[in-house]
């Protein structure tokens, strides 16, 4: 590798060398998506038009269990009836025809096409047809069982007034304790993880308990028996929250460690020498030239390593923390506990997913960049 | 066959105090691997030793126990009539005097260059921040890297970053220099550039033990040579001497190969 005095990139864009389509391949292509569309449109188009028309209870409905005295029984029975609504029905029917038309095309043609882009068409259009058959047969079987009882306690939102603030604080105490449970283990894992690369076994074996200890047993008995052990064994006094809190962090701290370990070993032993060879302790090796760089390699994990404690937050829901300490779950398992209804818990996915989802497209867009080498990372060529 | 192995050339002074840095008897194994069977050496201010031979000879090895990055698992080695293989020994002072240079750089990527030579300068031998700087620019400017000061190793050639870091040893202002193949990474049109800095270090009269496979840098600068060959030292005497008239089969078969 030479000089980079040349730019990074090239603005040139590489020549398209997939070719034409033709008919056939475009008409497959076609077929794909217009499975899904018409699938997707027939089956919101009759849940909007029930959703936004005045009606009553029908006796479908009463007889699929939902009730005119449950509160929100009519959005309930919307629901189910627009889901049997003629629309939605020709629509799936027909959704499945074309998907099974853009398959049975695809699949026996895509070998035949000459060009890449033809063959593109063929294979992609089989692909989403056979999506559509696979999303209508699922609409179909729901429906055909008893969709009145899975709606009336998972799609039921009326009882949800209200609970706007406290989901929002839910919300926000879910990311605290997650931020704070982080934090610390990252604290933790770091240390952990350099007691484990020790060569004395005696330094390596008690950070390896700990780690096999927090890694091999389950959250739910830490966060339980940490609570007990904290307050009644060593007679602190602290918060539930606060308690959750310290075990999270112990929890992160044996996968943070791993993650360090990993990253550390994944530097070249060379940059370890030549740190001690300049006269450089053990202790001034790691921190002015290994962790520095293990630190950017172990960004990404660690970020994973957070969306995946933001959801183990839900455990703490056992742990009697008061009102205004509520995570997302517990917010939602005492809507649930006081009006039988389940479909806070479908509110706290959301709520999950409204946190998460930016989190995650995050960590792909650092991972991307990380791995585009930017400052050289990987040390250079020659 | 090995004839020199156990009876040094005559600017060899074994066991004297005048020796800055002295092997004894080491050898090395790695598990089960004998790389290192037992090889004395002596080196004097102002020595440049090549040692040469057939990959896995242990050169790197030899070169490492000097600073001992390698521990010899038996033998001694001597600096400054220091004992550095008691392990009472503070390596990290006598490593502060022992310069050493790698195959694959290793400079520091998430450091600059400039950084890359102060930071052991500020955090090992304390000097002030601008004491530091001072002295890196001027190492760096010696190695003709001056200009490149603040860039990244990434953004540096393989010659460049060699240069660098050897500034980044001499700095440290060593009393012995250890070269391990450090062109033999490099693509052919930057070797040059890098031996051209190793030729005027020893012209400057720094000690120096040199592990290469540049056959004309070790005949035109070393003033003694070593043949490494399956852990012990084959043959060693003035350079040219050596090249014009090796002693052993050994020898005249590994020039063969290499000329």
Wanted: proline letters at 4%; aromatic letters at 8%; glycine letters at 10%.
């Amino acid at each position: 590798m030479a000089v980079t005095e040349a730019p990074l990139f090239e603005p040139e864009v590489a020549p398209d060398v997939r070719g034409p389509t033709a008919p056939l391949p475009a008409t497959i292509f076609a077929l794909g998506i217009a499975a899904l569309v018409v699938i997707a449109f027939g089956v919101l188009f009759s849940q909007v038009n029930y959703a936004f028309s005045d009606r009553a209870m029908t006796q479908y409905c009463i007889d699929q269990q939902v009730s005119p005295e449950d509160n929100g029984g009519i959005g309930v029975c919307n629901i189910i009836e627009a889901l049997r609504d003629p629309v939605t029905t020709d629509a799936l029917y027909l959704g499945m025809g074309l998907g099974a038309l853009s398959l049975v095309l695809g699949a026996s043609t895509y070998r035949r096409m000459d060009s890449r882009r033809k063959r593109d068409h063929a294979i992609t259009g089989a692909v989403l047809g056979s999506q559509g058959i696979l999303l209508a047969v699922a609409v179909l079987w729901f429906r055909s069982v008893s969709p009145g009882l899975f709606a009336k306690h998972f799609l039921n939102f009326a009882d949800l007034h209200g609970y706007g603030g406290a989901f929002l604080r839910g919300i926000r105490n879910t990311l605290v304790l997650a931020f704070a449970g982080e934090m610390g283990g990252i604290v933790i894992g770091l240390v952990l993880g350099v007691l484990t690369l020790s060569e004395r076994r005696a330094v390596r074996a008690p950070a390896r308990i700990y780690i096999n200890f927090f890694r091999g047993t389950p959250l739910i008995w830490q966060l339980v028996t940490g609570y007990f052990l904290l307050l009644f064994g060593f007679g602190l006094r602290m918060s539930a929250f606060t308690v959750a809190v310290i075990v999270f962090a112990l929890n992160t701290g044996a996968y943070a460690a791993e993650v360090f370990r990993a990253g550390i070993q994944s530097l070249e032993r060379g940059q370890y020498e030549a740190a001690r060879s300049l006269g450089m302790s053990y202790v001034q090796a790691m921190r002015y030239a290994i962790v520095p760089q293990a630190v950017r390699r172990v960004i990404p994990p660690l970020m994973n390593e957070f969306v995946i404690l933001i959801k183990d937050t839900a455990l703490v829901f056992g742990l009697g923390l008061v009102e205004s300490e509520f995570d997302i779950f517990t917010v939602a398992r005492e809507g649930q506990a006081a009006t039988f209804n389940a479909t806070f818990f479908t509110v706290a996915a959301i709520a999950y997913l409204v946190v998460t989802l930016p989190l995650i497209r995050l960590v792909n867009a650092v991972e991307k960049r990380l791995r585009s080498g930017l400052v050289g990372i990987a040390g250079a060529g020659g | 066959m090995i004839v020199a192995a156990e009876d040094p050339s005559p600017s060899v002074s074994r066991g004297s105090e005048t020796s800055l840095v002295r092997l004894e008897g080491v050898h090395k194994w790695f598990g089960n691997l004998h790389v290192l069977k037992g090889v004395d050496l002596a080196m004097q201010q102002r020595d440049v030793v090549v040692v040469i031979g057939p990959s896995g000879g242990g050169k790197s090895t030899l070169l490492r126990c000097v600073s001992l990055l390698e521990v010899p698992t038996l033998g001694k080695v001597w600096f400054e009539g220091r004992d550095i293989t008691d392990v009472r020994t503070d390596l990290n002072e006598v490593r502060t005097h022992i310069g050493i240079v790698f195959q694959s750089y290793n400079l520091f990527p998430h450091m600059t260059a400039l950084r890359n030579v102060t930071v052991a300068l500020e955090r090992v031998l304390k000097l002030s921040s601008d004491e530091a700087h001072d002295r890196a620019m001027d190492q760096l400017a010696r190695v003709g890297m001056g200009n490149k000061a603040g860039a990244h190793p990434g953004q540096l050639s393989g010659g460049q970053q060699q240069r660098v870091a050897i500034a980044r040893a001499l700095a440290m202002k060593p009393k012995v220099m250890l070269f391990d193949e450090v062109t033999s990474a490099l693509d052919p049109e930057l070797v040059g550039e890098v031996l051209e800095v190793m030729i005027r270090l020893a012209g400057d009269g720094m000690t120096m033990m040199v592990v290469t496979h540049e056959m004309g840098f070790a005949r035109e600068v070393g003033t003694r040579m070593l043949f490494l060959d399956e852990g012990r030292v084959g043959e060693q005497g003035e350079p040219r001497e050596m090249f014009y008239r090796p002693q052993t089969d050994r020898l005249r078969q590994f020039f063969a190969k290499v000329l």
